[in-house]
């Protein structure tokens, strides 16, 4: 072992700092850097038919998710009518069957 701290790491990349206001890369491709690759990809600006298409989209998944939960909810209703109908005829029935029993 040495008697020597141990220094710290040195950072393998200096940070780039853009001024506000000045764009980097009017093309928006953005650079990322690995060991062992580089890949580039770019990034565009909605425009207004891409911004009309895509809550075009997500107003049918909100539909699908509706009318999915909607379709639960109602196919339950039957369900709980006859439980209902049930607790009633097993209710106008013990009467009749809780003599007998004792």
Known sequence: MTDQPKQP???????????PGESHDPRGTRVFIDQTTTE????????PFGLFMLALG???V???????????FLLWIPVVGLLIAAGLVAGVLRPLFAGKGR
């Open 9 to 19: 790491e040195r950072p393998r990349f200096e940070p780039e700092i853009i001024p």
């Open 62 to 72: 909100i539909a699908v998710v509706l009318v999915l939960l909607l379709g639960a």
């Open 58 to 60: 997500i107003g049918a």
């Open 40 to 47: 580039q990809i770019f990034v565009g600006k909605i425009g």
